[in-house]
Structures are given as C-alpha cells and as structure tokens.
C-alpha cells in the first residue's frame, strides 16, 4: 500500500490494530526469545513496542504515519510507559544512528516489493547488532487468495536473508485481526501468517554506531 493510504486507514481502525500486543510476541517474549533493547519497525499505534516496554525491554517504535505515533505516545503517557516514538522509514533504518538487539516486524515486510525488501534487509543490517534477532510476523502463503497483503513463501524469506543472515525458524502463527463486515475477511480464527526468526551474523569486531 501507498503511504497516503495508510495514512487513510488510520482515519478509522485498520484491521491490524488489535487492542493488545500480537498473541506471537507475547510468546516469544515470554519465552526469552527477545532479549535486549528492541526497534518495532512499523509500529503502528505502538502495542507490541509497549507490551516489550512493560516487560522491562527499551524499546523504540518507528511508524511513517505520524497520527499512529500520536496515538501511541498517547498510550505511553495513560500506561505510564517509557518508549520512544518516532517518525521514521523502514527502507532507511540506518538513519536511526544507533544499534539494537532484536527489532520486531508486525506485518511490514509483506507490504514491500522485492527492491523495497531489499533495502529493508540492508538497513536491518545497520540496526540490529552481530547476533541480534529480527522476529518477523507475516502472511503466509498458506492463506487463501485474495484481498490484503502479499502473501509470502518461506523460500522468499530465506532468499530475502541469503547474505549475512541465517534464518533460525519459520513456524506457522495466526495473525490476530479486528475486521467488520465492510473489511477483507480471511480464514477463521484470523489470516494464516510465518512466523520467522533471523539472526544477524555481522563480524563482532564491527565498531558500534554511536548512540548505540
């Protein structure tokens, strides 16, 4: 989808905006499959990036829609939370100027074409610190044809991180969705995801960014 349309859909409630963290992070969190400081590229309205900060995890949230940045920094202040929030893009992650040690993905990386993946995975590169983690939550191709976004194989995700990455588990998960009548319906029990996790093998001799 376009930016401006995303900015549309936040007019109302888009289908992913859950009242709540994804059921898939929760998991992995409370597993201890995501240590550390944590980047949630599109962040939306911000409830992954703050379940982690309620968990003790700094936490960061980059989203290119500035009312869903609003209505996170919002809910920031009423959870008494501490989590930045800022207006960035996904495609140019290393002007962020710093390092983390895992970044999570909610249904970004299905949105992009093969170059936007692209640069996406390099920018990964320049965020995520040597053996840090990207968890990333996308449509599965196992989800019936239709409306909603590009439904993704596992091949793609392994060749997408064919250099410098190993893709440690693809498992299968359900997106969780808010969808009325008037909206896109998938199957039951919500759309059919992967839900994959990659390690960033970068050399550890690698100079920290500063800030990092």
Request: glycine share 12%.
């Amino acid at each position: 989808m376009s930016r401006e349309r995303f900015d549309g859909m936040y007019q109302g409630q888009p289908p992913w905006d859950i009242p709540g963290p994804q059921p898939a992070f929760i998991e992995l969190e409370q597993s201890g499959a995501i240590v550390g400081s944590v980047l949630d590229v599109g962040c939306g309205t911000g409830e992954n990036a703050l379940f982690l900060a309620s968990r003790g995890h700094e936490t960061w949230g980059i989203d290119v829609v500035p009312v869903a940045l609003e209505r996170a920094r919002a809910k920031a202040r009423e959870r008494g939370l501490e989590a930045r929030f800022e207006v960035a893009d996904a495609l140019h992650l290393e002007a962020l100027g710093r390092r983390f040690d895992a970044v999570i993905d909610c249904g970004l990386f299905h949105t992009f074409d093969d170059d936007q993946r692209s640069a996406l995975v390099e920018g990964l590169g320049h965020v995520l610190r040597p053996g840090g983690a990207y968890h990333l939550l996308c449509f599965s191709d196992r989800e019936p044809p239709g409306e909603g976004p590009r439904r993704v194989t596992q091949q793609e995700i392994h060749d997408a991180f064919r250099d410098g990455w190993e893709v440690r588990s693809i498992r299968e998960v359900r997106f969780q969705t808010v969808l009325g009548p008037d909206q896109p319906q998938f199957s039951p029990g919500g759309p059919v995801a992967w839900l994959a996790t990659i390690v960033h093998e970068g050399d550890e001799r690698q100079s920290e960014t500063p800030g990092a």
